[in-house]
T-cell receptor, first 110, second 111 residues
């Protein structure tokens, strides 16, 4: 079967660093995406990993280990506007389906 | 401006009355997809399309139809809507194996 797990909620302080984990079990793997979604809005793309390792994009980085079925999103220098849900999604190989986790709601406090 | 446009943004209707939610993209993307988002369940894929006249079922296709007659349009059809299809719907598009761009969403209530 297909399964993607993320923590439901996390809290952090402005200026801090937070790591949001995602583990997956899918029948074939063809890339992992992270999206940000503010309440009531559309998801927006943050990062994409298809090979093992770290991808850095400004304050956001994403890591992938295919052998462990594991990814994380690292947010540095947190700002209040980073309060949002963060969605992990896996593209399933040979089907082009995209499976989303239920999302991690991050609250940043002053 | 590159965008994915869904219409309507909000709709309240009654059980059994056929409805169509339109989706259009202006980025010449091959891949288009429909999702529904429900509390505690996250985004679930309904149908997707790799190109014109090619459509495939996602994880929750029951009760829905789609068509892809032109590259830019991917309408979602509910032939006989039921209350369990009350949800927030998103259309998305992208190049194959690339990140998807999402529309602003359609909030559908079926009474």
């Amino acid at each position: 079967g297909q399964n993607i797990d993320q923590p439901t909620e996390m809290t952090a302080t402005e200026g801090a660093i937070v790591q949001i984990n995602c583990t997956y079990q899918t029948s074939g793997f063809n890339g992992l995406f992270w999206y940000q979604q503010h309440a009531g809005e559309a998801p927006t793309f943050l990062s994409y990993n298809v090979l093992d390792g770290l991808e850095e994009k400004g304050r956001f980085s994403s890591f992938l280990s295919r052998s462990k079925g594991y990814s994380y999103l690292l947010l540095k220098e947190l700002q209040m506007k980073d309060s949002a849900s963060y969605l992990c999604a896996v593209r399933v190989k040979n089907t082009d389906k995209l499976i989303f986790g239920t999302g991690t709601r991050l609250q940043v406090f002053p | 401006e590159a965008q994915v446009t869904q219409n309507p943004r909000y709709l309240i209707t009654v059980t059994g009355k056929k409805l169509t939610v339109t989706c259009s993209q202006n980025m010449n993307h091959e891949y288009m997809s429909w999702y529904r988002q429900d509390p505690g369940l996250g985004l679930r894929q309904i149908y997707y399309s790799m190109n014109v006249e090619v459509t495939d079922k996602g994880d929750v296709p029951e009760g829905y139809k789609v068509s892809r007659k032109e590259k830019r349009n991917f309408p979602l059809i509910l032939e006989s809507p039921s209350p369990n299809q009350t949800s927030l719907y998103f259309c998305a598009s992208g190049k194959v194996n690339q990140p998807q761009h999402f529309g602003d969403g359609t909030r559908l209530s079926i009474l």
